[in-house]
């Protein structure tokens, strides 16, 4: 009997978790300001800290952009809340199904969608970048698009996890920075794979620390 009534609950503590998450997007889409700079005219991967992953509220049109969100139970809330805002999901991780998640994610790319990538999610190590958006652009051709965020903002809370995830909440003003497309050669080898984590993740660092020092001025464009 208490084998039976163990997948129940976790299904009723998943719902309602969803159901307050969904509440909390609703409500947070019309308190959140995102003020985007050099938000991209073209096709794009989205290259972004698992703690920014708050940031695909501001994706302009989410009719054509699906993002990368973990198989674990975690994910499976936050995808089926994204939906509330038409944000659509790819399913897999590292560990889980991220052949499959890469595969999908190539033939949305192929289909004329754009995509957004957590690239050092979901555990890391924080600030890494790992090299499954850099094969995923190889092979799609389309150019990774690196993104900083950043708020000073009460309400831009940042909470004790191992990415210190940020998300707004109440009324926020925020500035995303956009880079400049990075295309990735088709043939690499290992070495060169690993040379080009390192060209994303420098530029996504360069991107972060002008934001922050340039808050403001960025805010008044």
């Not at 198989?71 to 991780?93: F, H, P, T």
Request: net charge positive; with cysteine; aromatic share 12%.
């Amino acid at each position: 009997m208490q084998q039976l009534q163990k997948p129940f609950k976790v299904k009723f503590q998943l719902w309602s978790l969803t159901l307050l998450l969904k509440l909390f997007f609703l409500t947070e889409q019309y308190l959140l300001k995102i003020k985007h700079i050099n938000y991209p005219k073209e096709q794009f991967i989205f290259s972004m800290w698992h703690c920014h992953q708050c940031l695909v509220y501001g994706v302009k049109d989410k009719s054509t952009f699906y993002a990368l969100i973990s198989a674990s139970n975690d994910g499976e809330i936050i995808a089926k809340a994204a939906e509330c805002l038409n944000i659509k999901s790819v399913r897999g991780s590292t560990k889980r199904r991220g052949v499959a998640a890469s595969l999908e994610l190539i033939e949305k790319l192929k289909e004329g969608n754009s995509v957004g990538i957590m690239v050092d999610g979901p555990r890391g190590p924080r600030g890494k970048v790992k090299d499954g958006i850099i094969n995923i652009a190889k092979i799609s051709r389309v150019p990774i698009v690196p993104v900083a965020w950043h708020s000073k903002d009460k309400t831009f809370f940042k909470f004790n996890t191992w990415d210190n995830f940020i998300a707004p909440f109440g009324p926020c003003k925020t500035v995303a920075l956009y880079g400049s497309p990075i295309y990735i050669p088709e043939e690499l080898t290992k070495e060169e794979t690993q040379q080009w984590c390192q060209k994303v993740e420098d530029e996504m660092n360069r991107l972060q620390k002008d934001l922050e020092e340039n808050y403001e001025s960025y805010l008044k464009q």
